[in-house]
């Protein structure tokens, strides 16, 4: 599993309280389990995260699916796959919902599958969160911690730059009250999807600065996390390699 994927899965999975509350605005969904992602018919799909709730007294699933880039094929065309295949699966109502990480994705995304043939209509609806669009301060006013690691991606609050913001963001994740290893997995969350839009190596120094970097070594995802940059620097020396040879 990439490490994007493996993240996103924890957090939600550790921290569904705090999921559901940001996308529902409300506290009174009751979380019932965490469900399996395989979706297998004549292929295996795996969805992002599957949680079961109870919302209003009634059993429900929501499902979260989480972006970078825009998609192939186009995001409707799978959402319309996964949750008919969810319905079929489990008979209930889906709560859908595309997050997208980088702020140049999604901007198209209608939020539905929609066949308008006369006699023959279909709509099939999700909700479209791009973080870029987001207030950043609704993650820290809300103590939503579950999804400190991407607030980043969020709007700072007003007054504040960028920068400001991702410094604050890191003082805020070293002083939450977790265990060791939770806050471990939140820092290399923080890390990892702040180098989505920040610049690698100023996230590296401010990791530094906020003496996180001991707590970092902390993470059960530290290796894949290390092993996936070591991969990208790896392929743009290649890549830089090639193009040099070119030239020549």
């Keep these: ?31 019932v389990k965490t469900l399996p992602t395989e979706q297998t018919t ?6 992002d995260t599957l949680l079961q709730v109870r919302i209003d007294g009634q059993l429900a699933l929501v499902h979260y699916e989480f972006q970078t880039t825009d998609s192939t094929p186009p995001m409707p065309q799978r959402m319309a796959d996964y949750i008919g295949r969810l319905i079929g699966q489990y008979g209930l109502p889906v709560y859908a ?33 791009r973080l870029a669009d987001l207030p950043g301060e609704t993650v820290r006013d809300g103590r939503l911690f579950g999804l400190m690691p991407v607030a980043t991606l969020m709007q700072p609050p007003p007054d504040t730059s960028r920068d400001q913001w991702l410094a604050e963001c890191m ?8 265990d060791p290893q939770a806050k471990a997995n939140m820092v290399l969350g923080l890390a990892f ?12 120094t401010l990791l530094t600065q906020e003496r996180l970097m001991d707590i970092l070594k902390e993470s059960e995802f530290a290796r894949d996390f290390c092993d996936m940059l070591r991969k990208e ?4 020396i290649r890549g830089q390699g090639i193009e040099q040879g070119i030239e020549q």
């Design 97 to 129: 919902h595309v997050i997208y990480l980088r702020p140049d994705a999604g901007k198209n995304d209608p939020g539905g599958y929609f066949q308008e043939y006369p006699a023959y209509p279909i709509g099939i609806h999700y909700a479209v969160l």
């Design 171 to 178: 003082a805020m994740t070293r002083e939450l009250p977790l």
């Design 42 to 47: 004549f292929e295996t799909r795996h969805l």
């Design 193 to 204: 999807y702040s180098s989505l839009t920040y610049d690698k190596q100023h996230v590296s």
């Design 1 to 31: 599993m990439p490490p994007i994927d493996a993240l996103t899965k924890h957090f939600v999975q550790t921290y569904p309280h705090d999921f559901l509350r940001f996308t529902f605005q409300r506290d009174d969904i009751q979380l």
């Design 233 to 236: 620097v790896e392929d743009e």
